[in-house]
């Protein structure tokens, strides 16, 4: 490679496209790079705490499939269990209500139980859905913010050819690389965003389902048993 090409493929790098920015593309560079390593460290907390869930979830369907109610309200003293708020609340209404409700049918139970149950679950639902929205705004709003750069910087750069009169491939090429490198930005930013939150909220909607009729199972079976 002859120095001439080689002094052009150093000027075309990444560090110096952003060195030489103005310091409105290079404030929109720095905000994708900030809010793309934040969506990262988001889906990373978010795919743990599902899969927590999620196995925690496993066990219970595992254990009513069993029978084993005495395994499931062992649950309430498990601090550690991401659905034993849920469970606890049920066991509760369970233990509380009876002696108080003796005209009530088991259908009845099962309701009261259910719906205490589902209003514990609401809780949890909100509670994994946090920081989604931060997914949702970043995958949406990075392209419009690299689209911003990218426009400004393909001004500065008509700027340039008018003060110069010039039109040569290495007048217009830096600004135009630098408008796209910032585009690139923000769809290095988006795609990953956008792709995590599509799966976590499909993931949601399939545990929430799950969980509801773990509930509608577990109040079934526990309204048939009289608290010891």
């Known amino acids: 490679m ?14 110096h496209l952003f060195m030489q920015s103005t310091p409105l593309v290079k404030g929109v560079m720095l905000l ?4 793309s390593v934040w969506s990262w460290a988001v889906a990373f907390i978010k795919w743990f705490d599902f899969s927590k869930s999620k196995a925690a979830l ?17 649950y309430e003293d498990e601090k550690k269990h991401p659905i034993a708020d849920v469970l606890k609340v049920g066991i509760a209404e369970w233990k509380d209500g009876s002696g108080e409700h003796d005209h009530e049918g088991l259908h009845e139970i099962r309701d009261r139980i259910a719906t205490a149950m589902r209003l514990e ?22 392209p419009f913010i690299g689209l911003f750069g990218t426009v400004w910087g393909i001004m500065n750069t008509f700027t340039q050819i008018g003060a110069m009169k010039d039109t040569s491939l290495s007048t217009v090429a830096p600004g135009i690389a630098e408008a796209l490198f ?14 995590a939150y599509n799966k976590f909220t499909t993931d949601l909607s399939r545990y929430n389902g799950r969980l509801s009729t773990a509930i509608g199972l577990f109040a079934g079976k526990l309204s048939k048993r009289k608290p010891a």
Not at 58 to 74: F, K, T, W
Not at 121 to 142: D, H, I, K, T, Y
Not at 182 to 195: C, E, N, Y
Request: glycine share 4%; aromatic share 6%; charged share 15%.
């Open 182 to 195: 910032a585009t690139g930005i923000g769809l290095a930013a988006a795609i990953p965003a956008i792709m």
């Open 121 to 142: 679950a609401s809780n949890e639902a909100r509670r994994m859905q946090f920081m989604l929205p931060f997914l949702a705004s970043v995958g949406s709003a990075s």
């Open 58 to 74: 496993n066990r219970l369907e595992n254990v009513l499939e069993e029978n084993n109610l005495d395994v499931v309200i062992a």
């Open 2 to 15: 002859d120095p001439t090409t080689a002094a052009a493929v150093t000027n075309m790098s990444f560090t």
């Open 32 to 35: 994708l790079v900030v809010f």
